[in-house]
């Protein structure tokens, strides 16, 4: 069992023993080399995430949540360290077992919203009937029915976004790794896509590791939450947010949420 301690000397787990954890991560290191120099990008990140999951990793600019979604999506490499995704079952293929959310929606504005949600599908090669349902039924899910031949433009931001987070859940993928998502969104919107976010992650069952700059988003989303700081780069905290689910709006003004907040700003040495 590997343990992080946090800045009042509390210990916590940061890894599961009892169950297989689907994603298995053991002191992952990469260092970027330009120019003849060195650059830590990445260390000391040790954690267990459990199937079903949604963990949400949090921290400064630079601190590596990009380059560690890179390295669960198989997009770049670790230099030191472990990284096993797939638990017990195993068989895990990055290409066709990731759905990526990114801070841009990156629709292609001459396809449909349909036809954007089908996009990885289509890529993947799989049965365009069987695709075309299940684009709709996500459609559905993410508060889009009636959309499906509208076009990028026709639709706000967060309508943009939803459809995103439908053509990544397209191929029914393993793990869902999202970049910020709502971070382009108003904060009025960006509090309302939260909410959303929770609804869709408890409807589509899915593993999610979800980055975010957002202190108070880290933990209203997260059923774990791993903290990053930065020069140097390393993991400074990783725990669960033992608060009730479904979360509700109100929960952001408990004690308890109010505590979670406190621990990562102690961690990002903002107190
Ligand atoms: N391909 C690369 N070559 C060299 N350095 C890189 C490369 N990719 C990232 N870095 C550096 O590694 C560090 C971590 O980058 P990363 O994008 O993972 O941070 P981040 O926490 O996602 O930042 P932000 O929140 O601003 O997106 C940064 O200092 C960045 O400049």
């Not at 976004?161 to 397209?170: M, P, S, V, W, Y």
Request: aromatic share 6%; with cysteine.
């Amino acid at each position: 069992m590997t343990a992080q301690i946090d800045t009042a000397g509390n210990t916590t787990d940061a890894t599961t023993s009892n169950e297989e954890a689907f994603i298995r991560l053991r002191n992952v290191r990469k260092v970027f080399r330009t120019g003849g120099q060195e650059f830590l990008a990445v260390s000391d990140v040790t954690m267990d995430i459990a199937e079903g999951e949604i963990v949400s990793v949090v921290g400064p600019s630079g601190c590596g949540k990009t380059t560690l979604l890179r390295i669960l999506a198989g997009l770049s490499d670790a230099q030191d360290g472990e990284v096993s995704i797939g638990g017990a079952a195993g068989g895990f293929t990055p290409g066709r077992d990731v759905g990526m959310v990114f801070q841009q929606a990156l629709l292609l504005k001459w396809r449909t919203i349909l036809e954007n949600v089908m996009l990885p599908a289509d890529i993947l090669k799989l049965p365009r009937k069987q695709s075309r349902e299940r684009a709709r039924e996500l459609l559905d899910m993410v508060g889009l029915s009636g959309f499906e031949n509208s076009r990028p433009y026709e639709l706000s931001g967060g309508m943009q976004q939803r459809a995103a987070i439908a053509r990544a859940l397209i191929h029914d993928p393993k793990l869902v790794l999202m970049d910020e998502p709502f971070g382009a969104l108003d904060a009025l919107t960006r509090e309302k896509m939260n909410l959303e976010m929770l609804r869709i992650w408890e409807a589509s069952g899915k593993t999610i590791v979800f980055v975010t700059h957002g202190i108070q988003e880290a933990v209203f989303l997260g059923s774990r939450c791993a903290v990053l700081t930065a020069g140097p780069a390393r993991m400074a905290d990783y725990f669960p947010i033992d608060l009730p689910q479904p979360r509700t709006m109100d929960m952001k003004t408990s004690d308890a949420f109010g505590q979670y907040v406190k621990r990562i700003y102690q961690q990002l040495g903002m107190d």
